[in-house]
């Protein structure tokens, strides 16, 4: 490793730390080319360590073995330096990483590898939106007032960015999060509680249009779907579920973005299957609410179901699930 | 559940979280941490629990699952669970069955020691030399915080020249030179006593005289030389034998057998894994040096860990099942002349040893499993086993514990505390000799058995027992005569109905002694109303 002027401290911090790093780099490095790597700690590493730990030994060694870690299992999986590199991870070390690290000097390992695994979660659904999560967490992160509120924020960011099955869990961060910083990720204080008005946006306060098909999620596997077969869909414990006749998927959707879910385990208790927010008859004329739409291609569906805001349909010679709700008329 | 890795990179990382899906779908909605878990390793912002801190049991499952996966080459998953009913093959003469589990499934090796940390128990690690004891236990002690070095210099190698001296400490020479009271003398106590871990390796090569010492530390947490006492924190111990009889150089003293907690034998080492010997030595690093730091359980961690075990619910089916398995064992007919006296304890500290009775004859050798045992379950081992059953569910991720995990976790616990009665007539029948030798298919025998039992017995929804007992708990306070003279006249049916059914077994003997506790309670509170009426 060739001495870099802004290094000085990862580079004690390597000589401290030197049979640990070895004995990792044989265990864990197999396959990592020893002089791509190093070149990674030198270009890379070397200097974010160098500014984010200043002369402070202690802190340079944890960065160090932290970022040591992290960088060298990416090599090893392709996703720094392979033939398929993560344009999200590369976005999240030389540019997320600098001012979070300097943010917040505790719990080095657990914040990058936070980013670095969101990054790369979101970037499975697309490069764009992890790319705006990281520059969101860039300009709002340093706001928080520590590491825990970031983790709440990024879980909201996460949900705007798309990930729809954080929307429990992002609900309940959003809460917690300071005003200032709730307005900043989603242009309010408290979020609407109106299930029926889950597919417009937090802002969005028009009148709710028809319904429509607002996505279709799954898809033969044989085309990179998850399903064998056309799936069916349910409703139980107020959830959505679509299964074929290996697994189950929980059905997300809202204003941000629809996926599917393995689940581990079916659910139990059916819902009852009717519901006075919903109908759907063979013809396709669908009802949410009091709003009625005719929508010809989901006529004579295998099953359709309905919860908290959200209906789903399949189709008997179709692998995918269509979601339906009332988007914002706007 | 393995990390997903390419077959090079065996001994890479943490399994990922959920380590058991089932347990996280319970926990839904604390789900913050699934966004910052993946490919690079979990950061630890969870998953949460509900006071916002890690979720320790699936901390304990990620050690679990990188101990397994590459550290202990240990590829037996002899604690069974199953979702659904497993394919059974049967081979050999003996057509012995091998099931294959549909749950998450593990190595009683390596489960057992690690829900000895959370519990902070005793441990003992049996089997033959290089089998691993030493590693795993030194393995959770680094799992608990402290650093390979701290680690191995609280290892206590047991050897017949050990002293008490070398396992606690040393009186300081100036102190005792200059003191004139023993109050003065001051002592350097070992280190190890402090630790959290503690590790006794080969346990039966240490004297007997020295094993006394390390009774008072282990069942009492201090140490004592010269009128000087060290208070010890908790800890979980790691004790090690190569001898599963607790020979050795020296014959291990009764009470510290006593105080084990769990037994675990280490299995041989399969053949079929020998490139993952070679492996390791090619790698040439040892597991001690390479525990990620995603696993090692902070002090306050250690004991919000124990704390969420003790809360694990065990629900009154379960308990009712238990009191009617562990009162199948103390009942001994022909050891006395009056019911309260008829034990196994009133044989052992007459000194008599137990097959010099008559045989009761006649009893149901199936059904009488009293009688394959020397001993009952002290209150020692019934609170180890409700510790331990709890620490299982814990570690699945269940908020209370069920069935099966009484029913794989007891063998461990009763290992030592079930002494077996080999000359019992249940051995010799069809292949049950090899029971002999079998421990833990023994005691899961036995736990199936009374289980079978209770079963046909409907105690489920037919105890009247529990009824009446569950009756007396609410108080007497405000009870009529009448009411009182009802309850007695259930108590003698009860009894009547014991007396008519003829042969006694194990469970009836707590019957009868429960019934006639009830009796006399309501007997004088009857006297007490009628004074003062």
Redo the contacts between chains.
């Keep these: 490793m060739s001495s870099a002027p802004d290094s000085a401290a990862f580079h004690a911090a390597v000589a401290a730390r030197r049979d640990?790093l070895n004995?990792?780099f044989?265990?864990?490095g197999?396959?990592v080319q020893p002089e791509v790597f190093m070149a990674y700690l030198r270009d890379v590493v070397g200097p974010l360590v160098g500014l984010t730990a200043g002369a402070d030994s202690a802190r340079a060694e944890e960065l160090t073995t932290a970022l040591y870690?992290?960088t060298l299992?990416?090599h090893?999986?392709g996703?720094i330096g392979g033939d398929a590199p993560s344009a999200a991870l590369r976005h999240a070390l030389t540019r997320t990483l600098p001012p979070l690290l300097s943010a917040f000097p505790d719990?080095p390992?657990?914040?990058s590898?936070?980013v670095?695994?969101?990054a790369?979660?979101l970037e499975r659904l697309d490069t764009a939106r992890a790319l705006a999560w990281l520059t969101a967490l860039e300009s709002l992160g340093p706001s928080c007032t520590d590491l825990?509120t970031l983790?709440?924020l990024?879980?909201v960011l996460?949900w705007r960015e798309g990930?729809a099955e954080?929307r429990?869990?992002a609900h309940?961060?959003f809460a917690e999060l300071p005003p200032l910083l709730r307005r900043a990720a989603l242009g309010v204080e408290t979020l609407p509680n109106d299930p029926a008005r889950r597919f417009a946006a937090p802002m969005d306060d028009a009148p709710l249009g028809p319904p429509a098909v607002v996505a279709r999620l799954g898809g033969f596997v044989g085309f990179g779907g998850p399903f064998r077969d056309p799936p069916l869909v349910v409703a139980a414990e107020g959830r959505l579920f679509a299964f074929d006749s290996h697994s189950t998927t929980e059905i997300f959707a809202d204003a941000f973005g629809a996926a599917l879910r393995q689940?581990?385990?079916p659910p139990h208790d059916q819902d009852a299957p009717h519901s006075a927010s919903f109908s759907l008859a063979d013809d396709g004329v669908l009802r949410i609410g009091d709003a009625e739409t005719q929508l010809a291609p989901l006529a004579a569906s295998s099953s359709s179901a309905w919860a908290d805001g959200v209906a789903a349909v399949t189709l008997p010679h179709s692998h995918f699930v269509f979601v339906v709700g009332r988007s914002g008329a706007a | 559940m393995s990390s997903k890795t390419?077959p090079?990179?065996k001994?890479?990382?943490v399994s990922q979280a959920p380590t058991n899906?089932?347990a996280?779908?319970r926990r839904?909605?604390?789900?913050?941490a699934?966004?910052?878990?993946?490919?690079?390793?979990?950061?630890?912002?969870s998953p949460t629990d509900a006071t916002?801190g890690v979720a320790l049991d699936e901390k304990l499952r990620q050690a679990y699952f990188w101990i397994v996966n590459h550290a202990i080459i240990s590829p037996f998953y002899d604690i069974e669970y199953n979702a659904e009913p497993p394919k059974v093959f049967r081979f050999g003469d003996s057509k012995v069955e091998v099931t294959l589990p549909t749950s998450q499934s593990y190595s009683s090796y390596v489960l057992m020691p690690l829900l000895n940390l959370a519990v902070r128990r005793r441990c003992l690690l049996v089997g033959g030399p290089g089998r691993g004891k030493t590693v795993i236990a030194t393995l959770l002690g680094i799992i608990a915080g402290y650093d390979l070095g701290e680690v191995k210099q609280g290892i206590q190698h047991g050897q017949p020249q050990m002293t008490i001296a070398d396992l606690l400490g040393n009186p300081l020479p100036s102190t005792m030179i200059n003191a004139e009271r023993m109050e003065d003398i001051k002592i350097a106590w070992r280190k190890w006593l402090g630790m959290r871990v503690k590790i006794i390796d080969e346990y039966n090569r240490i004297p007997t005289r020295t094993q006394s010492a390390l009774l008072t530390v282990m069942a009492d947490n201090y140490a004592e030389i010269y009128d000087q006492i060290y208070e010890c924190p908790p800890a979980a111990w790691y004790l090690t034998a190569n001898d599963d009889a607790g020979g050795g150089t020296y014959q291990v003293i009764e009470a510290l057998r006593d105080r084990i907690d769990v037994v675990v034998k280490a299995l041989h080492f399969n053949t079929r894994f020998l490139d993952e010997l070679l492996t390791r030595i090619e790698?040439?690093?040892a597991p001690e040096?390479?525990v990620p730091?995603e696993i090692v359980f902070t002090q306050a961690e250690l004991n919000r860990l124990e704390k969420e075990v003790r809360a694990v619910r065990v629900p009154l089916a379960l308990r009712r099942r238990l009191q009617f398995f562990a009162s199948e064992f103390e009942f001994f007919e022909a050891g006395g002349r009056q019911l309260e006296y008829m034990t196994k304890d009133t044989v052992k500290v007459a000194g008599v040893p137990l097959n010099s009775f008559a045989d009761a004859g006649g009893k149901d050798t199936q059904l009488d499993l009293n009688a394959q045992t020397q001993n009952g379950l002290s209150v020692r081992a019934l609170m180890t086993m409700l510790v331990f059953v709890k620490a299982a569910a814990y570690f699945r991720g269940a908020e209370e514990v069920e069935f099966e995990d009484v029913r794989q976790v007891l063998p461990f616990v009763l290992h030592d505390k079930l002494a077996q009665n080999r000359d019992a007539p249940f051995f010799d029948q069809g292949d049950n000799g090899s029971l002999r030798a079998d421990q833990v298919s023994w005691i899961r025998g036995l736990f199936d058995a009374a289980c079978q039992t209770y079963d046909r017995l409907a105690r489920d929804t037919d105890d009247n027992i529990a009824t009446l007992l569950e009756q007396l708990e609410t108080g007497l306070d405000g009870l009529e005569l009448r009411e009182v003279e009802k309850r007695l006249d259930a108590i003698e049916r009860e009894l009547r109905s014991i007396e008519a059914g003829g042969k006694l077994y194990g469970h009836m003997f707590d019957d009868i002694l429960a019934l006639k506790y009830m009796h006399q309670r309501y007997t004088n509170y009857r006297v007490w109303l009628r004074s003062r009426a």
């Design positions: 640990y004995a990792l044989r265990r864990e197999r396959g870690r992290l299992r990416a090893r999986q996703l719990r390992r657990d914040l590898l936070a670095c695994n969101g790369l979660r825990d983790f709440s990024g879980l996460a990930a954080y429990p869990a309940a961060r689940v581990a385990e | 390419t090079s990179s001994h890479q990382q899906p089932r996280a779908e839904r909605g604390f789900d913050v699934e966004l910052y878990s993946g490919p690079l390793g979990d950061a630890v912002v916002g790698e040439g690093v040096d390479m730091p």
